[in-house]
């Protein structure tokens, strides 16, 4: 697991509860991170992910004040900062927030992964660089990660399940890594593309968040 030991759990889960929401809160058409935590589906989900996934990974000398951390997310004290400006980037704090955290056993991430995934596989060309249709039906500018672009830029969310995973996971230039060297990852990431596209997000995330 990557080590975060100069910065505070609270800042640190903070991070990675904006990372994991921001694209959720594009596809569910949001206008901020605090919305998403007040969105009868996200909020369900993202709590489900705290408890299961995020807190279990946080470094143990901080575990104390990540419980206090999470407590304020959920007591709806989360930050407005837009969706949209979130957006750009995205990718690189992915990588750096939740990537070291994620595994096979890891339902919940993958289903944010999977989210990324279909969002960012719209992202296009446009003039000199790339944009993303944001929450409000604007075109987003993206201007970092030029490289992960160009290799979303090739992908369509209406490509089948296994093509689009196979595509995505594979690719260094997205993640860093081939993330297919993990087969049980890789079989998820398809079952999950594959409901997302049949069922949609809502029920996707719906039926994560069930006990």
Known sequence: MQSFSVVSSEVLLRARGECLLAPLGVLFELDTVADCMAHPVIRPFFGKCLQTELMPRMEEAGRDEAVIAACRYLAL?????????????????????????MDEN??????CLCALVMLFAGVRRSGEGYALVG???????LERDGEALASFSRLSCDMDADSLAYAALADGRIWGE??????????????????????????????????
Do not use: H, W
């Not at 890891?106 to 289903?111: D, G, Q, R, W």
């Not at 929450?135 to 500018?141: A, K, N």
């Not at 594959?194 to 069930?210: C, H, I, N, V, Y």
């Open 106 to 111: 890891t339902p919940c991430l993958i289903t």
């Open 135 to 141: 929450s409000d039906g604007s075109m987003i500018p």
């Open 178 to 211: 081939d993330l297919r060297r993990n087969e049980l990852l890789q079989d998820r990431v398809t079952r999950t593309l594959q409901d997302m596209q049949l069922l949609g997000l809502t029920e996707t995330l719906k039926r994560m968040s069930a006990p």
């Open 77 to 101: 004290r989360p930050t407005s900062l837009k969706v949209n400006d979130l957006m750009d980037g995205a990718l690189d704090s992915f990588r750096l927030y939740l990537l070291p955290l």
